[in-house]
């Protein structure tokens, strides 16, 4: 296939001005499709869009006055922790010292900030590459929620009615309710390589005049879809069962709750790095593959040239190497399971915001750490290239190993300095 020139270049142009996915504007640029909007982007003026009227999300509640206006889906680093800011924003759940919304950057620290993980799928007719750079295999929302110190109500029924019927109890009392969809299913999304049938939240503001309902799918544009259609979606993931959350209280948390919180993602994040605490609902085996130990094996298998395992071996055709560094590319640049800088520019300011309470102070002192290590994870995603020649290959990856292995030196000397400050702290 003739590929034009500067393909990364354009694919992230596309990205930028579509929100598309890595994999998905790429994809789009070779097939010839043409840019286009969402299936229904939400009308200017919805409620919660950037230049539309204060008035709270689509019901207004008994007193729409007194609800803050939903904050416009815009630019964030990880997807659900942008959310869940918007959501806990539009309640007025706040910091207990500052009295401002709780940052993108302190929930994703609390969710349990960063991490690593490598897999390989060999299929017979494909072989995709999973990259993670978030923390992982901690249910990353889960623990967002419970050390966020708001007050979530979660509910789940197998029962399509009774969706529809707690959906609309959430959004009667003015807030946004999160719910677990397909992203497939939705029907202005293209999936692409990466964006495999997998469950997704988005969050629904209300009612738009016309009966449809308004979403914040965090594209950076609100969208508009019918609820039988977010009914498919959300009843795909069957083992779901139409999961979905709201805040339906201001309480947030105390100072004191909050530091615990902190710290206790903290432990849990470094532990998971240097490979001290035992894997969360995966085999033990796995360890070789998640933290600093998995970045070693991710190099090792990079430069090996002649086992089954080495990527060498593994990508022989044009067609599975160019689909495997997609993925590769796709999840390190996408804001789901990685983001910009690896997500590690982004666990500093969680440092530095942790490190402004009472007690903490010293956390700071670890976030250089973890500022220098996002230029070194954007050198390496800049590196990966998709359109290299097969009989390149080994070079490629014999390159990419190159960064790989110093990035795993810096990534442990990180954790260790931060494991050392929590030491300090009594942590």
């Known amino acids: 296939m003739a590929q034009p020139k500067q393909l990364k270049k354009l694919t992230r142009d596309r990205m930028e001005r579509t929100g598309e996915s890595y994999t998905t504007a790429r994809k789009a640029i070779l097939d010839g499709r043409p840019e286009r909007p969402s299936a229904r982007p939400a009308p200017a003026g919805t ?7 204060a008035a709270g999300p ?3 509640a008994a007193d729409p006055d007194e609800l803050p206006e939903y904050p416009a889906p815009a630019e964030v680093t ?20 500052t009295g401002q919304p709780l940052s993108e950057a302190l929930l994703a620290g609390l ?16 072989t995709a590459a999973t990259v993670v750079t978030r923390a992982h295999p901690e249910p990353y929302t889960a623990n967002l929620l419970t050390r966020s110190g708001a007050t979530v109500r979660e509910q789940r029924t197998g029962s399509a009615r009774l969706a529809a019927q707690y959906l609309d109890a959430g959004l009667d009392t003015g807030r946004a309710v999160v719910v677990r969809v397909s992203r497939v299913l939705l029907p202005w999304v293209d999936a692409g390589i990466a964006d495999g049938d997998e469950p997704v939240d988005v969050a629904v503001l209300g009612e738009h005049d016309e009966g449809e309902l308004i979403i ?17 979606a959300r009843s795909r993931p069957k083992a779901l069962k139409n999961w979905q959350a709201w805040i339906p209280s201001t309480g947030g948390p105390d100072a004191d709750a909050l530091k615990k919180n902190i710290l206790e993602a903290i432990t849990e994040t470094t532990g998971r790095l240097l490979g001290t605490r035992e894997l969360h609902d995966m085999p033990e085996h796995f360890a070789a593959n998640v933290g600093i130990a998995g970045l070693r094996t991710w190099a090792g298998q990079l430069r090996d040239t002649t086992s089954s395992q080495g990527w060498t071996r593994l990508l022989a055709g044009q067609g599975r190497l160019t689909y495997a560094l997609d993925t590769v590319v796709g999840f390190l640049t996408d804001g789901r399971y990685g983001g910009p800088g690896g997500l590690r520019g982004l666990y500093a300011d969680f440092l530095d915001e942790a490190a402004e309470l009472p007690g903490l ?15 070194q994870w954007d050198e390496l995603a800049e590196m990966i290239d998709p359109e290299i020649e097969p009989e390149a290959r080994s070079a490629h990856f014999a390159a990419l190993a190159d960064r790989v292995e110093p990035l795993a030196e810096a990534e442990e000397k990180a954790a260790r300095r931060l494991v050392e400050v929590l030491a300090t702290l009594g942590a």
């Open 47 to 53: 409620p919660g869009r950037a230049g539309g009227p």
């Open 58 to 60: 689509g019901r207004p």
């Open 111 to 126: 969710a349990g900030g960063i991490g690593f993980m490598v897999f390989v799928f060999d299929e017979e007719s494909s």
């Open 216 to 232: 914040d799918d965090g594209s950076g544009e609100l969208q508009l879809i019918d609820p039988e259609s977010l009914a498919a």
């Open 78 to 97: 990880q997807y659900d922790a942008g959310l869940w800011h918007r959501v806990l924003t539009q309640a007025g759940v706040v910091h207990p010292l």
């Open 361 to 375: 102070e010293r956390l700071g002192a670890a976030s250089p750490g973890y500022r220098e290590l996002a230029g």
